[in-house]
Nanobody
Framework: QVQLVESGGGLVQAGGSLRLFCAAS????????MGWFRQAPGKEREFVAA????????YYADSVKGRFTSSRDNARNTVYLQVNGLKPEDTAVYYC?????????????????WGQGTQITVSS
């Protein structure tokens, strides 16, 4: 079992940037693909980004492509999400999750460990 703790969220103006962190416990962190999802009030959790276990492959939702960048440091058991050009519609709680698969990383169902989330609020 991997435990995940997200941090780095906050209140920013439109156009601003943040860097989200997802710190993992456990020695098997490097064997997992990692995903970022977000959930706004009254909406379903939606895919934001994913990164393969090695960091060599990344995937993004169309709505964030070109603005968000995912990376990871397996030596530090941490995955990052750099979020730039924030828009009010990016306001949500952001969650990271682990997947021991390599396919369907845009699918919420393939993730089995989740953190508590970190809130991003973007003001217009």
């Amino acid at each position: 079992q991997v435990q995940l703790v997200e941090s780095g969220g906050g209140l920013v103006q439109a156009g601003g940037s943040l860097r989200l962190f997802c710190a993992a416990s456990g020695r098997t962190f490097s064997s997992y693909a990692m995903g970022w999802f977000r959930q706004a009030p009254g909406k379903e959790r939606e895919f934001v980004a994913a990164i393969s276990w090695s960091g060599g492959s990344t995937y993004y939702a169309d709505s964030v492509k070109g603005r968000f960048t995912s990376s990871r440091d397996n030596a530090r058991n941490t995955v990052y999400l750099q979020v730039n050009g924030l828009k009010p519609e990016d306001t949500a709680v952001y969650y990271c999750g682990t997947s021991d698969g390599i396919d369907y990383l845009r699918d919420y169902a393939v993730y089995d460990n989740w953190g508590q989330g970190t809130q991003i609020t973007v003001s217009s």
